[in-house]
Every structure is written in structure tokens, then in C-alpha cells.
T-cell receptor, first 117, second 116 residues
Framework: AQSVTQLDSHVSVSEGTPVLLRCNYSSSYSPSLFWYVQHPNKGLQLLLKYTSAATLVKGINGFEAEFKKSETSFHLTKPSAHMSDAAEYFCVVSAQGYGGATNKLIFGTGTLLAVQP | EAGVAQSPRYKIIEKRQSVAFWCNPISGHATLYWYQQILGQGPKLLIQFQNNGVVDDSQLPKDRFSAERLKGVDSTLKIQPAKLEDSAVYLC??????????????FGPGTRLTVL
């Protein structure tokens, strides 16, 4: 079965410092992995996705993530945090749905990112 | 392009009452999903439609939850009767098709349900 574990429920950084949000996955086959962001009172937005192409994936707003099969990790990073990055971030793995249907998303429990001025 | 629309945005009901949520997906998207997001948790898939057919409802509590997608466009999710533990945000998402595991899902703003 597919699953993701987000290692930190809360991360606090200062504006202008690097961001690291950690995610480990478990999958019985080569996974598709995603990071979604959720701002307060707004819908989930896709930041980036890994689909077995390049292991370093670049997303929107300066975020990137690296797929490391040996470590079963897919950590999200950004060189310099901005106040507008404050939000909740979800690591997601795509799984085979019931009856073989694809595109079933399994969400982690989320990491709340706070950015201090 | 218009996004996924949901209504109402907020709903407060008492336990044992009924409630319904509405979702209109992005035009042309064949696949529609309903998720339940309990406070402090990630969203959990309740049901997936492909056009107007159900693809996956394995995690839908069928004794109280029902959903339909008539004509393969908009969808309604109903809870009858509601329990306290149904308090959550109900998210609707759509994607062009479900043929590939990397297909992006586009999410609506959600309906926040409070059951008293």
C-alpha cells in the first residue's frame, strides 16, 4: 500500500532563510509524488509533481523537491522564504484506486509553515 | 478558465440533521472527486466519479453518505443523518481524466461543515 509520512507538523523559519519540509514515502511500485499547498480559506494548489522523469523537480514560486529512491524521500525546499509562503503543505502519493482505477491521491498529515518577519 | 466551484462555503447543522453540498467541476473534466478533510489531517478520498459513473467509493460511509453526478457534470454529496464526527471540510476536485497516475487534480475552496 502507498503512504506518505510528513516528519514535521510545524516548521517556523525567518523571512529570507531556507525552507525544508520533509516527506518520506512508501510504495510498492514506482510512485508519482506531489506537493500541494493550502492557504487559509483557499483550495489546494499543486506546487510540483514527480512522475519518474528528472529526480529534481522544480515547481511554482521557487520551490523544488528531490526524489531519492534510496532514502524513500521527497523533501520540499526553497532557498529563501517569503511571507506569502506561510501555509500548510501536503506531501501526496498517487496510488491505485479500488478496482484498479488510477489517480487516487493519498495525502500526508500536512506541515504548517510559519514565516517570521 | 474558471476553477472548481463549491457551495455553500460554510454550513452549521445539528446532529441527526441532513446536509447537501454542491460541486461544479472545471468544464470538460471527466473525473470528479470528493474528499473529507478533518481538522489537523490531510484530505481523504470519499468517492471518485468518471463521467457519471462511480469508480471508487470504498471509503464512503454508505450508511449515511451518498453522492451523485447526474449528466456527468456537477455533483452533490449528501449526509443523512449527520454525526458530530462529520465536522470537516469537504473538498471537491476534478481532473481531465483518470487514465494516468500523474494527472493533476484541481481543487475547489471547500465547504466547512460544523455539526453541533
Amino acid at each position: 500500500a502507498q503512504s506518505v509520512t510528513q516528519l514535521d507538523s510545524h516548521v517556523s523559519v525567518s523571512e529570507g532563510t531556507p525552507v525544508l519540509l520533509r516527506c518520506n514515502y512508501s510504495s510498492s511500485y514506482s510512485p508519482s509524488l506531489f506537493w500541494y499547498v493550502q492557504h487559509p480559506n483557499k483550495g489546494l494548489q499543486l506546487l510540483l509533481k514527480y512522475t519518474s522523469a528528472a529526480t529534481l523537480v522544480k515547481g511554482i514560486n521557487g520551490f523544488e523537491a528531490e526524489f531519492k529512491k534510496s532514502e524513500t524521500s521527497f523533501h520540499l525546499t526553497k532557498p529563501s522564504a517569503h511571507m506569502s509562503d506561510a501555509a500548510e503543505y501536503f506531501c501526496v502519493v498517487s496510488a491505485q484506486g479500488y478496482g484498479g482505477a488510477t489517480n487516487k491521491l493519498i495525502f500526508g498529515t500536512g506541515t504548517l509553515l510559519a514565516v517570521q518577519p | 478558465e474558471a476553477g472548481v466551484a463549491q457551495s455553500p462555503r460554510y454550513k452549521i447543522i445539528e446532529k441527526r440533521q441532513s446536509v447537501a453540498f454542491w460541486c461544479n467541476p472545471i468544464s470538460g473534466h471527466a473525473t470528479l472527486y470528493w474528499y473529507q478533510q478533518i481538522l489537523g489531517q490531510g484530505p481523504k478520498l470519499l468517492i471518485q466519479f468518471q463521467n457519471n459513473g462511480v469508480v471508487d467509493d470504498s471509503q464512503l460511509p454508505k450508511d449515511r453518505f451518498s453522492a451523485e453526478r447526474l449528466k456527468g457534470v456537477d455533483s452533490t454529496l449528501k449526509i443523512q443523518p449527520a454525526k458530530l464526527e462529520d465536522s470537516a471540510v469537504y473538498l471537491c476536485a476534478s481532473s481531465p481524466f483518470a487514465g494516468a497516475s500523474y494527472n493533476e487534480q484541481f481543487f475547489g475552496p471547500g465547504t466547512r461543515l460544523t455539526v453541533l
